[in-house]
């Protein structure tokens, strides 16, 4: 996958395999994990796994969730983007676009997970033409139930999920391509 989105502060691009260590914090922080259906990470050996996922999402699908980088410091905080859920149903849909993010907490609560999930958003919709995307969150999880609603995402309903119930949010293209 060869994209870089950038925002005034943020800058997203696909995961390398040295982002490993910072995605292994991220991951292997119980209050990062706490919202996400899974258990924190408990080796890096893990997080390379997981990040080889995401490397074949990227030859799959040609899309998938990229690592955000603060533009100021040059710090990984976490990953945005949209994923193309090709593999798994969720409240019984398959082949959709899903928003989302993850970020450690030093960086929680300054506006990067709005200006990150906005600018997924404006690149799936102006650039690749996708005419919805979609976002699921843990019900509890107000922080970011409020970016979804904030870039526009409107609840639709809830659904059962890895043992807890997760509110539904989608957005049309509102230029839907010809």
């Not at 398959?94 to 928003?99: G, H, Q, S, V």
């Amino acid at each position: 996958m060869d994209i870089q989105i950038e925002t005034s502060r943020l800058l997203l691009r696909p995961f390398i395999m040295e982002d490993a260590p910072a995605m292994f914090e991220l991951d292997s922080d119980p209050r990062v994990a706490r919202y996400v259906g899974n258990k924190p990470v408990k080796s890096l050996d893990e997080t390379r796994k997981i990040m080889k996922h995401v490397f074949a999402q990227y030859e799959r699908n040609g899309i998938g969730r990229m690592t955000v980088v603060l533009k100021d410091t040059n710090e990984i905080m976490g990953w945005s983007g949209l994923k193309l859920e090709d593999n798994n149903t969720y409240n019984g849909q398959i082949n959709f676009y899903d928003l989302g993010y993850r970020f450690m907490p030093r960086f929680w609560r300054k506006g990067y997970g709005y200006e990150s999930a906005q600018a997924s958003l404006d690149w799936g919709f102006n650039d690749l033409k996708l005419k919805k995307i979609s976002g699921f969150v843990q019900q509890g999880n107000i922080g970011s139930r409020r970016i979804l609603e904030k870039v526009g995402l409107i609840y639709t309903n809830t659904f059962p999920c890895w043992g807890d119930q997760f509110d539904w949010l989608e957005l049309e293209n509102q230029n839907p391509p010809d």
